[in-house]
Structures are given as C-alpha cells and as structure tokens.
C-alpha cells in the first residue's frame, strides 16, 4: 500500500499483523528486553519490514538500531524510514545516490483526541483545516496534518541532526491530488550541507489508516 505514495526508487515492506517467528539480533534485543509486549512486537515486526526492504536493495540482513533521538540506524550509503501505528508496521529504503532523505508516517485515520491539533498545529492550518472538505471525505484532516508533521521531522532529522517542532512547519494538504506542501520555517542548521525551505509530500487514506510520505531529493 504505501508503495503507491513513493517513487519508484524507493524499495518498501509493510505488514498489518506481527508474523510469528521473526528473530532479532541479540544487540536490538538486548535494547527491548524488558518492555512490554506491544513494544516488543512492534520493534520487531518494523525491523522484519526494514530487512525485506533492505534486502529488496541487495542488502544482507543487518541489525538497525536507533540512534541520535531514537533514528534508525541504516547501512552506510542507504536512507530510509520507519514507522507504526495499530495494525500496521512499514519501513522505507533507498540508495543516497537517488534520495537525500525519506520520512514516513502512519496513522490510524480517526480524529485526534481533545487538545492534540492545538498542540500542533498553527494558526493558518487550523485556518486551512476549516476549508477542507467534510465528510464523507476518506481522511480524518487533523490526525492526516499530524502524520506529515511527522514525516516532515523524519525527513528533517537525517539532513540537519537538528529538532524540528511542529510549529516549525507550515504544512498544507491537497485533497484533489492527495499531496501537501510544507513550508519550513526555521533557518537550515549548519549541519546541513544545504539550504532546506520546503518538503512535498503525498499521503492516502485507505484501511482505516492514514499514511503520508516523503521522498526528498536533494
């Protein structure tokens, strides 16, 4: 599913359930010994899909660990993202030589709860929000401006090792082409090795999910 919201140099790996049996490296299972089942089926399930779509490149199996603010940990050469939600787990890779940068983000497509969207989201989005069609529009448009801010902060992190808030993006969706444009609004850290301004991104709504990504060029 989330293969049709990325190019076609991007190799992806979803899955909607946690398959029995996947086996960890002992490093990423040192790292969740202790947490909770959810946890631990999560982190597994999500390193399974990022294997399959590691191994779609060429690549041998390898452990991912997060990194700087919980990033993953890729092969050298490689980009790529991960993300879960209930019921649904992907993992996003591609050679640096194709893409600077990939960020994606899954959700579960129902309303944010009570306080979330003034949290986030600023003056003109919410602005922007209210001109958005109603119901029975596939996307939930609160909780689908949350998944890009997340996919714009995952796309951010890998470029700039620098935070990114949410008020620090002005994001805004297209539902007639099912894409969104954010606009940065902070100066590109010194990190970068070049000026970033905006991110354009594409998202669908499908299984009770709302799904957003980001495939950056450079």
């Known amino acids: 599913m989330i293969d049709e919201i990325l190019p076609d140099k991007v190799r992806s790996s979803e899955a909607f ?3 029995a049996g996947v086996m960890l490296f002992p490093e990423e299972a040192a790292l969740i010994s202790k947490a909770v089942a959810k946890r631990r089926h999560e982190f597994t399930t999500v390193r399974h899909c990022a294997r399959e779509a590691l191994a779609a490149l060429g690549l041998p199996p390898s452990p991912i660990l997060p990194g700087e603010r919980g990033a993953p940990g890729w092969p050298d050469g490689i980009v790529g993202s991960m993300t879960h939600c209930a019921g649904y787990r992907a993992a996003v890779v591609a050679h640096h030589t194709d893409l600077a940068s990939i ?4 959700e579960p497509n129902a309303p944010l709860p009570e306080g979330v969207l003034d949290a986030i989201a600023r003056p003109e989005e919410k602005d922007r929000l209210r001109r958005l069609p109603g119901s029975p529009h596939p996307a939930n ?3 689908l401006l949350f998944s890009a801010k997340e996919s714009v902060y995952k796309t951010w992190f890998p470029l700039t090792r620098a935070w990114l808030d949410f008020e620090d993006a002005s994001i805004e969706l297209h539902p007639a082409t099912a894409t969104f444009h954010a606009r940065l609004l902070v100066d590109t850290p010194a990190t970068a090795d070049r000026p970033l301004r905006e991110f354009h991104g594409r998202w669908l709504a499908n299984r009770d999910l709302v799904i957003t990504a980001i495939a950056y060029p450079g």
């Open 103 to 106: 960020g994606i983000d899954a």
């Open 141 to 143: 448009w609160d909780r």
């Open 17 to 19: 359930h946690d398959p």
